[in-house]
């Protein structure tokens, strides 16, 4: 399953973060998935759950937030939205678009909570 590769890669992340916070537990995991990494985030959620029961970071919860793709028109320079990986501007028709977001998958915050 491609979400639970993603949660697999995150939990390494969270551990080689939190290997820096002893005496520290996960409370909330954040992270920004940008939109055209097709990620369902409430599968996203449920891989989590799964992954982190029983373990170190039981009952830690994880907080998706999806980024809209947007692109920049390489030829006037408006920002618009893309969709279906469509990247020809929707004001002068040039498809010259770079991708200025949408293809995050990053962690942004780690909110941990004191083992006593
Ligand atoms: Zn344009």
Do not use: Y
């Not at 939109?35 to 907080?63: H, I, K, Y």
Request: net charge negative.
């Amino acid at each position: 399953m491609h979400e639970m590769s993603i949660v697999e890669s995150l939990l390494e992340t969270v551990q080689s973060v939190m290997r820096d916070h002893p005496g520290k537990r996960v409370g909330e995991v954040r992270v920004r998935v940008g939109s055209l990494r097709l990620v369902v985030p409430e599968t996203l959620q449920f891989c989590f759950a799964a992954a982190s029961r029983g373990g170190e970071f039981d009952g830690a919860r994880l907080v998706v937030t999806t980024v809209p793709a947007l692109a920049r028109c390489g030829h006037c320079g408006i920002e618009f939205p893309v969709e279906e990986n469509w990247f020809a501007c929707p004001r002068c028709g040039a498809a010259d678009g770079s991708l200025r977001a949408g293809n995050e998958l990053e962690l942004s915050s780690i909110e941990t909570m004191c083992t006593a």
